[in-house]
């Protein structure tokens, strides 16, 4: 069964850092997808950041390039996701998800969800 972990989450100000971990376990972590969404009340969960645990290939959405990094540490099997710079939008629950297929994650339909971790960024 696979199993995600999202933790690393809390309340920061406007320009802080915080650090996101998606431990994940239940399946073979060095030949899969990987994605962060994040979800606002009335809004559909959307992909802002994916990597390949295969290649460590990355994707970024605009709104966050040059201030978030994902990483992945396949000997831990977790992914990171290192967010600098927050302001008050990024504010959102934060859900990662895992795919064989990256085509699945990029369509946001992929079958292993966690729980989600709030990230509230005050101004």
């Known amino acids: 069964e696979v199993h995600l972990v999202e933790s690393g989450g809390g309340l920061v100000q406007a320009g802080g850092s915080l650090r996101l971990s998606c431990a994940v376990s239940?399946?073979?972590?060095?030949?899969?997808?990987v994605g962060w969404f994040r979800q606002v009340p009335g809004k559909e969960r959307q992909l802002f950041s994916s990597?390949?645990?295969?290649?460590?290939?990355?994707y970024y959405a605009d709104s966050v390039k040059g201030r978030f990094t994902i990483s992945s540490d396949n000997a831990k099997s977790t992914i990171y996701l290192q967010m600098n710079n927050l302001k008050p939008e990024d504010t959102a629950v934060y859900y990662c998800a895992a795919d064989a297929s990256s085509g699945r994650i990029l369509l946001g339909v992929a079958n292993d969800w966690g729980q989600g971790t709030q990230v509230t960024v005050s101004s």
């Open positions: 990597i390949s645990t295969f290649d460590g290939s990355t």
């Open positions: 239940g399946f073979t972590f060095d030949d899969y997808s």
